[in-house]
C-alpha cells in the first residue's frame, strides 16, 4: 500500500504573536498566514516581528538574564528541570503543533517530547558544572579559567524539526547562564511559542526566554542585533552563510548546523536485514527532512542488484498520508516551496538515472497537500546532481563501489559533510572508514543516534561549532583567565628596579 489517506482535520485559525517578557505582543502591523501542509488549509495569521518588537524581546532577554545568571546553579538546574516537567504534561498540543505546521506524522511528534524532556534534564546537570581550568605556569601565582555567558544568545530554527531544536539550543543556552532569544521558522512557529509560554509557567525569570516571530529579515536583526552576544542557526547552507556574515559585524560566537548529503555505506558482510531497515527508515523519515538523513546509498557492486531491489520493495510500502492518522508513516512535504523544490529534483533525477520506486503522489492520497512517495533511483553518477545536492525530500539516489577506497572516496566526493554511516562486520574496516570520513558524525552499524552528551557537529559546508554535548557550551560562553599574584616571586621579564 503505498498512501493511506486516513481522516482529514481542520485546524482553527487562529492569530500568533511574537512572545516578548512573558506576554503575547500584539503590537506588530503586518501579518502572514501559515498553512496545513497536509490540507493547504490556513492555520494561523502570524504578525510578522518588525525591529521594535526585536529590540523589546533583546532588551526583556538582558534583564532576565543578569536575573539568572545571579541565582545558585543548582537552583537554575532546578528550574530547567521544572520547564521539563511541563513539557511532558503537554505532549499533545506540542505535538498538534508541529504535525499541523509541518506535517510531522502524530506519533512521531508525540514521540520527540521525551526526548526534549531528556535533555533538558542533562542540561540542567551542566549548569552546575560550567567548570574552568587550573593553569599553574607561574611560580607564586595563581591562574585559572572560568566560564561567563554572553548575555543573550540568538537562536534561529529550522522548520523540519520545531520542538527538539528549539529545547536543544535553548537548554544549551540557558546551561550556559544567558537568555534566549528566538526565531522560529515562519513555516512552524507555534510550537516554540508555546514552549517559551509553558518556560514561564515552570517559573524562569520573565523574559528569559522570547520568541519573535517572522521570515529571514527577523532572523538576520537577530544576527546583527548590538545586544545579541551569540547566535546559534540551524538550516540550510545559503543561509547560513549569510547569518555567519550578519554575525561578524558585532564579532558573536557563532554555531551552525547546515546541510548534509550523507552517504550510507553497505558492505556485502554487513547483517544486510538490519541495513535494509535502517536506510529505509534513514532517508524516508520525516519524509526525508532531515540534514542527517542518509540519502546517497552507497552499495558494494556484488550485492547491489539484489540490496538495491529490496530497497525499492520496502519504499514501496512506505504508507504516506493525513499526519494525524496514526497509522502513516510519513507526512506531506512542509510547505509549497519546498514541495516544488523536491519535485524539481525528482525530475533533473529521472533524466540522470533509473527510477525504480516512487517518483510521483501517493495513490491513496487525495487531491489536497504536499505529498511526494518515497523515491529511489540507481545507476546514479557521482556528478548527477542528485548525488551531489541536498534535496530535503524522500528521494534516494543509490551509487556502487567495488573497493573500500572507493567506498570513501565516494563517500567523501561532496562538499558536505554532517555524517556518515557504514554497516560491515569486518571491526578493522570500521575503524578504517570512520578515522577516512570527513564527517563530524559516524554511524556503524546503526544510524542517526542522538544523545544530548553527543557532539554534533558539520564539517566542511555542513557547520561550524558543536550544538549538542558539553562542547556546544563554548558556543554561547565566553572564557576570562584569571591571575592572582600570591607571594613575592618574580615575574620572568619584570625589571627588579624601575627604569632610570
Known amino acids: 500500500m503505498r498512501g493511506h489517506a486516513g481522516g482529514r482535520q481542520m485546524a482553527t485559525r487562529r492569530a500568533t504573536y511574537p512572545f516578548i517578557a512573558g506576554r503575547a505582543d500584539t503590537s506588530g502591523a503586518s501579518v502572514f498566514t501559515t498553512v496545513n501542509p497536509a490540507t493547504e488549509e490556513p492555520v494561523a495569521d502570524v504578525v510578522q516581528a518588525d ?20 541565582m545558585a546553579p543548582d537552583d537554575r538546574a532546578a528550574g530547567l528541570e521544572q520547564w521539563g ?13 508541529d504535525t499541523v505546521d509541518m506535517g510531522r506524522p502524530v506519533r512521531e511528534s508525540r514521540a520527540q517530547v521525551p526526548g526534549a524532556v531528556g535533555c533538558l534534564r542533562y542540561w540542567s546537570g551542566v549548569a552546575t558544572r560550567l567548570w574552568g581550568q587550573q593553569i599553574p605556569a607561574l611560580p607564586g601565582h595563581l591562574s585559572y579559567t572560568v566560564r561567563q555567558p554572553v548575555g543573550v544568545a540568538g537562536v534561529i530554527l529550522p522548520w523540519n524539526d520545531p520542538l527538539p531544536s528549539f529545547v536543544g539550543a535553548v537548554a544549551v543556552a540557558l546551561a550556559g547562564g544567558n537568555a534566549a532569544v528566538v526565531k522560529p521558522s515562519e513555516v512552524s512557529p507555534h510550537s516554540a511559542l508555546r514552549l517559551a509560554e509553558l518556560a514561564d509557567h515552570a517559573g524562569l525569570p520573565r523574559g528569559l526566554i522570547n520568541v519573535v516571530t517572522g521570515d529571514g529579515a527577523v532572523g538576520d536583526a537577530l544576527a546583527r542585533h548590538p545586544g545579541v552576544g ?3 542557526f540551524t538550516g540550510s547552507v ?5 547569518v555567519n556574515v550578519a554575525a561578524s559585524e558585532t564579532f558573536k560566537k557563532v554555531v551552525l548546523e547546515m546541510g548534509g548529503k550523507s552517504p550510507n555505506i553497505i558492505f556485502a558482510d554487513a547483517d544486510l536485514d538490519r541495513a535494509l531497515r535502517a536506510s529505509v527508515w534513514s532517508v524516508f523519515a520525516n519524509t526525508g527532512q532531515a540534514c542527517s538523513a542518509g540519502t546517497r546509498l552507497l552499495v558494494d557492486a556484488r550485492i547491489a542488484d539484489e540490496f538495491t531491489a529490496r530497497v525499492a520493495e520496502l519504499a514501496g510500502r512506505v504508507r504516506a498520508g493525513d499526519p494525524l492518522n496514526s497509522s502513516v508513516h510519513i ?9 516544488d523544490r523536491v519535485c524539481g529534483y525528482i525530475a533533473t533525477g529521472r533524466s540522470e538515472a533509473t527510477l525504480v520506486a516512487g517518483g510521483g503522489r501517493p495513490a491513496d492520497v487525495d487531491g489536497r497537500g504536499y505529498f511526494v512517495e518515497p523515491t529511489v533511483f540507481t545507476g546514479v553518477e557521482p556528478t548527477a546532481t542528485i548525488a551531489r545536492e ?16 572507493e567506498a570513501v572516496a565516494l563517500a567523501n566526493d561532496v562538499d558536505l559533510g554532517l555524517t556518515a554511516t557504514v554497516w560491515t562486520h569486518d571491526t578493522g574496516r570500521m575503524l578504517r572508514m570512520a578515522s577516512q570520513l570527513q564527517v563530524g558524525t559516524v554511524w556503524g552499524n546503526t544510524t542517526r543516534v542522538y544523545h544530548p552528551a553527543f557532539p554534533f557537529e558539520g564539517h566542511k559546508h555542513s557547520g561550524l561549532g558543536s ?3 558539553e562542547t556546544a557550551i563554548e558556543g554561547c560562553t565566553r572564557l576570562t583567565r584569571v591571575s592572582i599574584r600570591y607571594d613575592d616571586s618574580d615575574v620572568p621579564g619584570w625589571p627588579l628596579e624601575p627604569a632610570e
Open 238 to 242: 545559503a543561509t547560513g552563510r549569510r
Open 331 to 339: 507526512g506531506p512535504i512542509a510547505s509549497r516551496v519546498q514541495y
Open 230 to 232: 551569540a547566535i546559534s
Open 85 to 97: 516537567r511541563l513539557i511532558a504534561q503537554d505532549v499533545e498540543q506540542l505535538a498538534l503543533h
Open 390 to 405: 541536498e534535496i530535503f525530500g524522500p528521494v534516494l539516489a543509490v551509487l556502487t563501489f567495488d573497493t573500500e577506497e
Open 467 to 469: 550544538g549538542s554535548g
Open 51 to 70: 525591529a521594535r518588537q526585536v529590540d523589546a524581546a533583546v532588551a526583556a532577554a538582558a534583564d532576565a538574564q543578569r536575573a539568572w545568571w545571579r
